[in-house]
């Protein structure tokens, strides 16, 4: 079985620049999920979607991030313009059914590290 | 609003030694909790996830512990080796939160010297 594929891998611009990242899931797979990890911390939820709806973006920063997931499938997720502090590992993850009550895990892709100058 | 810490920060042990690793939580309402394994420019890897109902997960090695009303998890790894260096995060899905979303720890950085 396929895994999570992201790209790119790794991205630098500077700052006010555009970035896009691109995230495939595992086939068949409903739910989707991009997180921001900082350096030394643990991956922060920024959204998640239902087949192509969003269920979660909470803690997205909607004045310059968004992110898509057209046919429920691919997903997305850009920034514009980018900041120093946007430089991070953009992890996406995919997960069967979404379910918290589910006893499957979510799969997460190799990420993609930005470095912002 | 659901808290995650994991104790200590990084552990530095010789091969051979065994593991214990610290999780804790603040809002018992979880369904589950998952530790993860995570190496360098790598993304997650699930390691054990244990339901809300049980006590404790095996997976060779690996074996987990949760106490749900103290808020604490802990991941057992017997015999250490320099394979296991690598950072082990632990998360948890709450029960009030949409969906799977998962709140993790910052993790523990771990170094087996061989």
């Known amino acids: 079985e396929a895994g999570v594929a992201q790209s790119p891998r790794y991205k630098i611009i500077e700052k006010r620049q555009s970035v896009a990242f691109w995230c495939n899931p595992i086939s068949g797979h409903a739910t989707l999920y991009w997180y921001q990890q900082i350096l030394g911390q643990g991956p922060k939820l920024l959204i998640q979607?239902?087949?192509?709806?969003?269920?979660?973006d909470s803690q997205l920063p909607k004045d310059r991030f968004s992110a898509e997931r057209l046919k429920g499938v691919d997903s997305t997720l850009k920034i514009q313009p980018a900041k120093l502090e946007d430089s991070a590992v953009y992890l996406c993850?995919?997960?069967?059914?979404?379910?918290?009550?589910?006893?499957?895990?979510?799969?997460f892709g190799p990420g993609t590290r930005l470095t912002v100058l | 609003k659901q808290e995650v810490t994991q104790i200590p920060a990084a552990l530095s042990v010789p091969e051979g030694e065994n593991l214990v690793l610290n999780c804790s939580f603040t809002d018992s309402a979880i369904y589950n909790l998952q530790w993860f394994r995570q190496d360098p420019g790598k993304g997650l890897t699930s390691l054990l996830l244990?339901?809300?109902?049980?006590r404790e997960q095996t997976s060779g090695r690996l074996n987990a512990s949760l106490d749900k009303s103290s808020g604490r998890s802990t991941l057992y790894i017997a015999a250490s080796q320099p394979g296991d260096s690598a950072t082990y995060l632990c998360?948890?899905?709450?029960?009030?939160?949409?969906?799977?979303?998962?709140?993790f720890g910052g993790g523990t950085r771990v170094l087996v010297k061989p």
């Open positions: 993850a995919s997960h069967l059914a979404g379910s918290g009550r589910s006893t499957d895990t979510q799969y």
């Open positions: 998360a948890v899905p709450m029960i009030k939160a949409a969906g799977n979303k998962l709140t």
């Open positions: 979607f239902q087949n192509n709806g969003v269920v979660d």
């Open positions: 244990i339901q809300s109902s049980q």
